[in-house]
Structures are given as structure tokens and as C-alpha cells.
């Protein structure tokens, strides 16, 4: 993974990119492209937002694709008759009684 370089690392914020992290914050933008384009940190970025009350986002969970179930909760496939699916037991319960 190639590490960002951040010019500002460790420098105090100035009013300029107090006023860049508002636009940024109003026009929408997510906090790694403010990070990005503020040359720090995602932390930094927040605390930053934090202290001068500006909200930012983290990501668009709205686009995020709904996830789908896996293993034992993703719904069984479909057979064409449910005895099918249980073998020849209609309730899905084997008894050590009876033979497979």
C-alpha cells in the first residue's frame, strides 16, 4: 500500500484551509477526498470538522449494493417440490429409527 504524503502533517491549520474544508464539506465531498485534497489526515480532517462544527461524511452508505446473505442464512434454492429438498421426509427430522 503506497503511503499518501501529507505535506501539512504536523503544521497548524490556517484560516484558507478552514474556508477549503467548509466548501469541500458543503459541496458534498467525503472525508478521504477532503483529506486528500487538504493534504491530512482523515483524522485530522474530522477533528478539524469537529472543532469548527462543519459535518462531514464519511462515505455515501446510500450507494452502497445491499449485501447479500451467505452460508447458512442465504435462502435455500428453490426445488420443485419441497419433498425433493427434504428427501422423503416432509417435516426435515431423520429418527435413528428409521433408515436414510
Known sequence: MEKMERPQHGSRWTAEEDDRLRVLA???AFLPAMA?????????VRTRANILKVPVRSSDRSRQAPVEPVGILAPAPEAADASTALGSHHDGIVSASEPN
Open 26 to 28: 458543503e459541496t458534498g
Open 36 to 44: 486528500r485534497a487538504l493534504g491530512r489526515s482523515q483524522e485530522s
